[in-house]
């Protein structure tokens, strides 16, 4: 595609549900990024993908999140149980993932826990 | 391990006054790659530029300027002739080569720039 797309733009779930967070990269990118960003704070590394492996799942905040991508394309982040401090916006970005490429974003999905 | 510090978290200027945003970084591998972007208020991360670790010349684009130092670990950005547009939360960040392509980024400069 044209750009990074994240659906949905915007997420409410009540405390306790699961959620899934989706990512469509720039079509032939390898690298793959999710990052978190609370409400006037910097971006959280969660995880990254370099085709379908993440090397580094250093960033998870807890066993309650995990992601996969599948033919190295889509990725999903999925946060089960949700908590009130989950709430954020979450950004994804992909790359060519060879030669430093820059990274791409996306608009992001803002998630609200209630 | 790789680090990013900006250490400004906040600057406020008047429109025409120029201002740079200090980032300094902190890496092993020899090649590495640095880059800034901007977050306007509607929340959208916009790529500005990118550098490599062999090219130290500075980069001019417009307003715009990079000066990218080995010696001092530093990747500074310097807006000249300031504009409310430019208000923003800068963020600068880094790929080092032997990270894979793991992008880290500082914690941001929110630049408020006054009419």
């Known amino acids: 595609g044209a750009g990074v797309s994240q659906s949905p733009s915007n997420k409410v779930t009540e405390k306790g549900k699961d959620v899934e967070l989706r990512c469509d990269p720039i079509?032939?990118?390898?690298?793959l990024y999710w990052y978190r960003q609370s409400l006037g704070q910097g971006l959280e590394f969660l995880i990254y993908?370099?085709?379908?492996?993440?090397?580094?799942k250093s960033g998870l905040p807890s066993d309650r999140f995990s992601a996969e991508r599948t033919g190295g394309s889509v990725s999903t982040l999925t946060i089960q149980r949700t908590q009130q401090e989950d709430s954020a916006v979450y950004l994804c970005?992909?790359?060519?993932?060879?030669?430093?490429?820059?990274?791409?974003f996306g608009q992001g999905t803002r998630l609200t826990v209630v | 391990a790789q680090k990013v510090t900006q250490a400004q978290t906040e600057i406020s200027v008047v429109e025409k006054e120029d201002v740079t945003l200090d980032c300094v970084y902190e890496t092993r591998d020899t090649t590495y790659y640095l880059f800034w972007y901007k977050q306007p208020p509607s929340g959208e991360l916009v790529f500005l530029i990118r550098?490599?670790?062999?090219?130290?010349q500075n980069e001019i684009s417009g307003r715009y300027s990079w000066n990218f130092q080995k010696s001092t670990s530093s990747f500074n950005f310097t807006i000249t002739a300031s504009q409310v547009v430019d208000s923003a939360v800068y963020f600068c960040?880094?790929?080092?080569?032997?990270?894979?392509?793991?992008?880290?980024f500082g914690g941001g400069t929110r630049l408020m720039v006054k009419p």
């Open positions: 550098r490599n670790s062999f090219d130290e």
């Open positions: 960040a880094l790929m080092g080569r032997n990270a894979g392509n793991m992008l880290t």
């Open positions: 970005a992909s790359s060519k993932g060879e030669g430093g490429g820059e990274a791409f």
């Open positions: 079509s032939g990118h390898t690298a």
């Open positions: 993908f370099q085709g379908n492996s993440a090397p580094d």
